[in-house]
């Protein structure tokens, strides 16, 4: 969905190396979600934000930390990155108010690579 | 915790056939099921929803079906086409939860050929 956008698309970084993964939207909504990707896994939910003073673990959150810098804007960092970190990073938004429940919208993702 | 899986990681089907996926959830807490469609090197984009309170909801050649006796959802693809072949996820909402918080499904590879 064009108005979940990610960035980079891309990366391969080093063991040890911090990384920031950004997430913007203009879609107005309120909560964003962040997700981690693996072959045959499905979709694993890192964190989650309500709104921009409201952060929440999700089933994966070790080793990974948020920041909701506006409403807009819900950026992931890997402290210290490593090989099994190495996935698909999707970010998601969904909007409390709207008649459409819990539809949640995806942006394009970010592959990292950890060597 | 909730649990969201499908019967079968792939699926074939020839162009022009009906496409049947299969999703089983234990959460009997659960009342918002949503199929996403995953095409290569793309973010989950939605396809269909389905709220507790229904068994049936059609849309644009799609179908989902809930069975919440045995817990069973199933999104049923009409007329499938090439453009059908994609990653396929059911997710659940528990009732409970204040967030929107969706568990997903592994996935079902659907493939379609002439």
């Known amino acids: 969905d064009a108005d979940v956008t990610q960035t980079p698309r891309n990366r391969i970084t080093k063991t040890g190396k911090r990384i920031m993964l950004e997430c913007s939207q203009t879609?107005?909504?309120?909560?964003m979600y962040w997700y981690r990707q693996d072959p045959g896994l499905g979709l694993r939910l890192i964190y989650y934000s309500f709104d921009v003073k409201d952060i929440n673990k999700g089933e994966i959150s070790d080793g990974y930390s948020v920041s909701r810098q506006a409403q807009a804007k819900f950026s992931l960092s890997l402290e210290s990155a490593i090989p099994n970190q190495t996935a698909l990073y999707f970010c998601a938004t969904s909007d409390a108010t709207s008649g459409s429940y819990n539809e949640q919208f995806f942006g394009p993702g970010t592959r990292l690579t950890v060597l | 915790g909730e649990s969201v899986g499908l019967h079968l990681p792939t699926l074939s089907v020839q162009e022009g056939d009906n496409s049947i996926i299969n999703c089983a959830y234990s959460n009997s807490a659960s009342d918002y099921f949503i199929w996403y469609k995953q095409e290569s090197g793309k973010g989950p984009q939605f396809i269909i929803d389905?709220?507790?309170?229904?068994d049936k909801r059609q849309g644009q050649r799609v179908t989902v079906l809930l069975n919440k006796t045995v817990k069973h959802l199933s999104l049923q693809i009409a007329a499938t086409q090439p453009g059908d072949s994609a990653v396929y996820f059911c997710a659940e909402r528990d009732r409970g939860s204040t967030l929107g918080r969706l568990y997903f499904g592994r996935g079902t590879q659907l493939t379609v050929w002439p």
């Open positions: 389905i709220r507790s309170n229904m």
């Open positions: 879609k107005g909504h309120d909560r």
